[in-house]
């Protein structure tokens, strides 16, 4: 077997304790350190410091018997990605699946940068709006899927990305997935419309599967990240 292999199987199957020992972060949060959506809006209901909404696209619909229920399933966190000890983080990767910059770089150098390298050289590349899995390493997320998101504003190619990304948790029945914001960096899509894209797109799956699925969680990389999904995301998982 190749080394990326061995390399890979050594880190799955690591006692977590054993594994907490080779993260390349000195944090590592799990996905009961990060409030669900429903609990903290409720605290902060109780100190009046919820930031303003932002109103749902009108050509977003939503299934509303389900809020209840699903205000529990999604989190922000905002952090760096590769700190997050989950099943999934996913990475917006280029089409040649090389380690770049910007998250991507920042989640190669986490996992082990050659180990990640090497697994990601096996899979011929990806195309926009599409997805890949791969291990995780030295990441405190077992797992990472890769996919590639449009470079500017093209909300069909974006919500290709966040679809994809949960449906290969799916197949492979993960069930906790962090995203961080696609194609918002280097590749320029403005930060609200692809916020509402992504939302959107998360809510359409959860009310489709959330019976399998625990957590998604949008990964945030600043304050103006924060302020667009605490205003989109109360439009879009409500919480009564
Ligand atoms: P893209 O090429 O898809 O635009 P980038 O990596 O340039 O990808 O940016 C995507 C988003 O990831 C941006 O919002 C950026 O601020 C954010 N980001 C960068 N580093 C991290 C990190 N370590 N953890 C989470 N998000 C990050």
Redesign the pocket.
């Known amino acids: 077997m190749t080394d990326w292999k061995i390399e890979k199987q050594k880190f799955l199957s690591m006692k977590l304790e054993e594994k907490r020992k080779e993260y390349r972060t000195k944090k590592y949060y799990t996905v009961d350190d990060v409030p669900t959506w429903k609990d903290y809006v409720i605290s902060k209901r109780k100190s009046n410091k919820l930031l303003p909404a932002i109103p749902l696209l009108e050509s977003n619909k939503i299934e509303s018997s389900l809020n209840s229920k699903l205000a529990d399933k999604v989190s922000f966190f905002t952090?760096?990605?590769?700190t997050l000890e989950i099943d999934v983080i996913v990475n917006?990767?280029?089409k040649a699946l090389r380690g770049?910059?910007?998250?991507?770089?920042?989640?190669h150098r986490?996992a082990g940068y050659n180990l990640l390298q090497s697994e990601c050289q096996t899979l011929n590349g990806c195309p926009e709006g599409e997805a890949k899995i791969t291990g995780g390493y030295k990441l405190p997320a077992k797992y990472v899927i890769h996919t590639?998101?449009p470079?500017g504003e093209k909300p069909g190619l974006l919500q290709l990305c966040y679809r994809n990304s949960v449906q290969i948790m799916l197949d492979h029945k993960y069930r906790t997935i962090a995203f961080?914001?696609?194609?918002?960096?280097?590749?320029?899509?403005p930060?609200e419309p692809a916020a509402h894209v992504a939302v959107m797109e998360v809510r359409k799956q959860l009310e489709k599967y959330h019976e399998d699925i625990d957590r998604v969680i949008f990964?945030?990389?600043?304050e103006i990240?924060e302020q667009i999904y605490i205003g989109i995301l109360q439009s879009y998982f409500p919480v009564l």
């Open positions: 952090g760096d990605i590769t917006a990767a280029n770049g910059g910007g998250v991507d770089g920042a989640i986490a590639v998101g470079q961080p914001c696609i194609s918002t960096g280097i590749y320029g899509y930060l990964c945030l990389f600043g990240d």
